[in-house]
């Protein structure tokens, strides 16, 4: 099983940038998809951004669109979220995870392995 820690969170103001980074154990991990996901105090989890296993494909929730981008270093297992033009909307701890496909990652909550997570919080 993949092991995953999440890092780069902390507290910004709105309109500044942050960079996530998840970094997973074993020598598998450019066999999986990967995604982030959020979780604010309250609230469900909700989707992020997913990128499959070469990099080549990525998708979005329609909230961070065009702010957030995934990106993947397989020489160093790690995956990235670069978070631009952050909201206090953002404001929730960050997750990553595995998943075999992009589509698993959204539709299979249940598969794959979770990371801590890491707290972003955003100032208005």
């Known amino acids: 099983q993949v092991q995953l820690v999440e890092s780069g969170g902390g507290l910004v103001q709105a309109g500044g940038s942050l960079r996530l980074s998840c970094a997973a154990s074993?020598?598998?991990?450019?066999?999986?998809?990967m995604g982030w996901f959020r979780q604010a105090p309250g609230k469900e989890r909700e989707f992020v951004a997913a990128?499959?296993?070469?990099?080549?494909?990525?998708y979005y929730a329609d909230s961070v669109k065009g702010r957030f981008t995934i990106s993947r270093d397989n020489a160093k297992n790690t995956v990235y979220l670069q978070m631009n033009s952050l909201k206090p909307e953002d404001t929730a701890v960050y997750l990553c995870?595995?998943?075999?496909?992009?589509?698993?990652?959204?539709?299979?909550?249940?598969?794959?392995?979770w990371g801590q997570g890491t707290q972003v919080t955003v100032s208005s």
């Open positions: 990128i499959s296993w070469s990099g080549s494909s990525t």
């Open positions: 074993g020598r598998t991990f450019n066999s999986y998809a």
């Open positions: 995870k595995t998943g075999i496909t992009i589509a698993t990652i959204t539709s299979r909550p249940d598969l794959g392995s």
